[in-house]
């Protein structure tokens, strides 16, 4: 199933949502909102130019002033954002996260033909441009071998980051040479613009589509999920990668 959130066109990893934008709430209880973050959209102002930030959007709908935010998702990125419903949910989620219980996992599309499946064991950046190094794994699958695509092969990818590093997904897969389709920093120019004619591919491919984690407080599963966004449905579609593999 795909999904469709009302944004204007992004144009690869670092172009803006448009000014009127809606919310698609995923799921939602008395400690937890999920929300679907378009991709092109902020989540915080403050990290570029932008009128309308993902946190207006959920200030609107709670009819609050105060946001917890539990993580982040790049500007060019879509998928699941959490937030805490008050403080002390919120720091319940918060040591979800720092003890590593939450699972999140990604769709990517990336250039050539990726191994079936993997662990990446490398460190990455503190910062986007700093020297100090962290610890960061991911393990990964191949979902699809896209062989007759243009202007080269690529592939699917499910991704699951188990440290929360900055860039840390692109910068995995960059460091395995399939730098994801659409990433103007960790990618290739040329390739990203030959997409976008070819496919209508209109921003960086990285959707956080599913997170999964034990209840801080009933202790009950949840699992949720995100539909893939409607502008890469379209450009899967375009590519005649078949729909089970994303849906």
Request: charged share 25%; glycine share 8%.
């Amino acid at each position: 199933m795909c999904m469709t959130v009302l944004v204007g066109e992004a144009l690869m990893d670092d172009a803006p949502a448009s000014e009127s934008p809606t919310l698609e709430v995923l799921y939602e209880d008395d400690a937890i909102l999920a929300v679907a973050k378009p991709g092109g959209m902020l989540v915080h102002r403050g990290w570029g130019d932008s009128e309308v930030v993902l946190v207006d959007l959920v200030r609107d709908y709670i009819e609050g002033d105060t946001v917890y935010t539990i993580h982040r998702l790049d500007r060019a990125t879509s998928g699941v954002v959490l937030f805490g419903q008050d403080r002390e949910s919120a720091r319940a989620l918060n040591a979800l996260f720092d003890e590593r219980r939450i699972l999140k996992r990604y769709i990517t599309l990336v250039r050539g033909i990726a191994p079936e499946r993997g662990f990446i064991d490398y460190p990455v950046p503190k910062e986007p441009k700093g020297k100090e190094r962290v610890e960061a794994q991911s393990s990964f699958r191949r979902l699809f071998a896209a062989h007759d695509t243009l202007p080269r092969e690529t592939s699917l990818v499910e991704i699951a980051p188990h440290t929360g590093r900055v860039h840390q997904i692109r910068r995995h897969l960059r460091h395995l040479n399939h730098p994801l389709i659409g990433d103007s920093t960790y990618g290739r120019g040329q390739i990203n613009r030959a997409m976008r004619e070819t496919y209508g591919l209109p921003r960086m491919v990285l959707h956080a589509y599913r997170v999964s984690f034990e209840h801080p407080f009933t202790k009950h599963p949840v699992e949720i999920v995100a539909p893939l966004p409607g502008d890469l449905c379209e450009t899967f579609g375009a590519m005649a990668i078949p729909a089970e593999n994303w849906q």
